[in-house]
T-cell receptor, first 116, second 115 residues
Framework: GAGVSQSPRYKVAKRGQDVALRCDPI?????LFWYQQALGQGPEFLTY????????KSGLPSDRFFAERPEGSVSTLKIQRTQQEDSAVYLC??????????????FGPGTRLTVT | AQKITQTQPGMFVQEKEAVTLDCTYD???????LFWYKQPSSGEMIFLIY??????QNATEGRYSLNFQKARKSANLVISASQLGDSAMYFC????????????FGAGTRLAVHP
């Protein structure tokens, strides 16, 4: 069955370039999360969508980070004027609003961003 | 503050033996959930087991069990009969009910299973 997919899997950007990372959630999943995972660390929450509404963007580290989900399915995380500290793996996860009480999140394989 | 602490950066275990990975948490929210995820070198986070704060019994999923001690705020993962394929990073995470169910992760524990 189709899980969460992300593209590209790897991205190398020169400092100052803009990048766009794509997430295709599991069909029918209402909730979508973006996390940032720095090398050797656990993932950290960036932002949350319920359908097309961005309900929580408290984890976005700066105004260079922007996320959208215009039709309530595919989401794009955009980083403008990339900096070296943006180098990380960006994970996308989706979930149904309620499943077995756990609200289990299904993760994609991530996009590894390297800023040189 | 809501926080997950994993104090073991690395652990190793002999194949077929059991291993316990430690996790402590801090929250004032009475309703929360605790997860363990496995992250192999491929990078994908694989769900292992879940424990709700109101669950009376410890969760079990095959070879995985969660030793939930609410008063001590600990949620240790026990892997029985370790296999070589269990070698990976393991993350403990907490779901906060008031935060749109986002997850807060610990720093992880790298498990190495030796033959």
């Amino acid at each position: 069955g189709a899980g969460v997919s992300q593209s590209p899997r790897y991205k190398v950007a020169k400092r100052g370039q803009d990048v766009a990372l794509r997430c295709d959630p599991i069909s029918g999943h209402v909730s979508l999360f973006w996390y940032q995972q720095a090398l050797g660390q656990g993932p950290e929450f960036l932002t949350y969508f319920q359908n097309e509404a961005q309900l929580d963007k408290s984890g976005l580290p700066s105004d260079r980070f922007f996320a959208e989900r215009p039709e309530g399915s595919v989401s794009t995380l955009k980083i403008q004027r990339t900096q070296q500290e943006d180098s990380a793996v960006y994970l996308c996860a989706s979930s149904l609003p309620r499943r077995d009480r756990s609200y289990e999140q299904y993760f994609g394989p991530g996009t590894r961003l390297t800023v040189t | 503050a809501q926080k997950i602490t994993q104090t073991q950066p690395g652990m190793f275990v002999q194949e077929k033996e059991a291993v316990t990975l430690d996790c402590t948490y801090d929250t004032s929210d009475p309703s929360y959930g605790l997860f363990w995820y496995k992250q192999p070198s491929s990078g994908e986070m694989i769900f292992l087991i879940y424990q709700g704060s109101y669950d009376q019994q410890n969760a079990t999923e095959g070879r995985y069990s969660l030793n939930f001690q609410k008063a001590r705020k600990s949620a240790n993962l026990v892997i029985s009969a370790s296999q070589l394929g269990d070698s990976a990073m393991y993350f403990c995470a907490m779901r906060i009910s008031g935060g749109y169910n986002k997850l807060i992760f610990g720093a992880g524990t790298r498990l190495a299973v030796h033959p």
